[in-house]
């Protein structure tokens, strides 16, 4: 029996990639669940990996996505997004469109 990629079993490594800024791998490991890439838990951690590598303009895409799957967001989401434009100092939480959250 195989195992199958899910939010259960991708999560942990996405925060695994997110602490050795491997962001690449994360998306890789995101395409790899196939289909559940519309779970929240997975794209949270996406996110959190693409702003640990400094890669916030693809964090916030990600977030975007969220929104248009009309996923709701919640306070893991928003933290991870507004991480991701924290760790580019020059950039604030309100440049990055979070002046609504």
Known sequence: ????PDAFTTSPLL????????WQHALQ???????????LVILNGLINACGKSSHWPLAL???ENVLMQRLE?????Y???I?????RNELGPARCGFEDV
């Open 1 to 4: 029996k195989t195992l199958q």
């Open 73 to 77: 967001p919640d306070i893991i989401t």
């Open 79 to 81: 933290s991870a997004a």
């Open 61 to 63: 895409a990600i977030l």
């Open 15 to 22: 925060n695994a990639c997110a602490k050795t800024v491997h």
């Open 83 to 87: 991480s991701a434009c924290e760790e």
């Open 29 to 39: 490991l995101a395409g790899a669940a196939g289909g559940h890439c519309s779970d």
